[in-house]
């Protein structure tokens, strides 16, 4: 329910994900790129027969923690929204335009401390029309023998944090939510309690952004920790969240199979129900 292509920070196309979810046993694939619906017709084309495909995306938005400090970036999986809703549409490419500009500063703060990369390098490896994001700087900082991986990309020169770094304008999140089901589609709050990656919402954000429309929580997630899934588990069942699992797969960029973590049938079956955007495509 939460996969990355080459429309975004993922390194499979979008027909090498359905290849790679079918051989993973996955029966139900979410294509859910950053900012962008790009990779969704041709995941659609490469269907494999008994497969069904939930097209998403993944929107960068901020969000109050809930605890006084300042505000975090969080993401939003949007599921079976409409993707030519004008409100839609336009924050997503608004956020691409971000993204590309963002990722060129960036990269021209760590040429300019004397890393062997460049703006030009950078950009040629994402595709026309695709999200831009710090893993192609990490890519590249790999095929330059800067670091041996994207992970020690992050790690050591591409942390949120770092000199570095350079913030985007994301969505807030309560307007997210709500361009999402006018769009038709349902929202799931993507690894909410991820702590590993950084500072986290109170749960107590959760309960408020359900009681303004969000669908769901994503439980089950490599990042989340076991006490936190119950939680989560909790806390969706008290206040009528669905819960969903996912593996957040992005190919050899990160580690995680893709099919590592799963969602149960019920969970696909209430989003399904509640979204009129577009309908889960059956092979
Ligand atoms: P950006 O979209 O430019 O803000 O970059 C964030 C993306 O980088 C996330 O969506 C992940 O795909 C990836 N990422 C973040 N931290 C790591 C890490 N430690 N190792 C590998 N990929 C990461
Ligand atoms: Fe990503
Ligand atoms: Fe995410
Ligand atoms: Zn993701």
């Not at 993707?83 to 691409?96: F, M, S």
């Not at 919402?201 to 952004?209: G, H, I």
């Not at 006490?227 to 995680?256: F, I, M, P, Q, W």
């Amino acid at each position: 329910m939460h996969t990355h292509s080459t429309a975004s920070d993922g390194t499979d196309s979008p027909s090498e994900l359905v290849a790679a979810a079918h051989a993973g046993g996955v029966d139900v694939l979410a294509i859910t790129d950053h900012d962008t619906t790009g990779g969704w017709d041709e995941a659609a084309a490469a269907l494999r027969p008994g497969m069904s495909l939930v097209r998403g995306s993944e929107f960068s938005c901020i969000s109050a923690t809930g605890r006084g400090d300042r505000p975090v970036s969080v993401h939003l999986l949007g599921y079976l929204f409409d993707p030519q809703h004008e409100a839609v549409a336009a924050e997503q490419a608004r956020l691409r335009g971000e993204r590309d500009a963002r990722l060129r500063r960036i990269t021209e703060k760590v040429a300019a401390d004397g890393y062997p990369v460049d703006v030009d390098t950078v950009m040629a490896l994402v595709p026309a029309g695709a999200s831009a994001g710090r893993p192609h700087l990490a890519r590249a900082l790999v095929a330059a023998g800067v670091v041996g991986s994207v992970s020690e990309a992050f790690a050591t020169l591409l942390y949120a944090g770092s000199p570095y770094y350079v913030p985007k304008a994301d969505t807030p999140v309560e307007t997210a939510i709500q361009m999402i089901s006018a769009a038709g589609g349902v929202s799931v709050f993507a690894h909410s309690l991820a702590r590993r990656r950084g500072r986290v919402v109170a749960p107590s954000r959760l309960v408020e952004l359900a009681e303004i429309g969000l669908t769901g929580v994503e439980v089950d997630h490599p990042d989340h920790a076991p006490e936190d899934r119950e939680l989560l588990r909790r806390l969706a069942g008290e206040h009528g969240l669905v819960t969903t699992g996912s593996s957040d797969y992005h190919g050899t960029n990160k580690t995680t199979p893709i099919a590592a973590e799963t969602t149960e049938p019920e969970s696909l079956e209430k989003l399904v129900a509640l979204a009129t955007g577009v309908p889960l495509l059956q092979a």
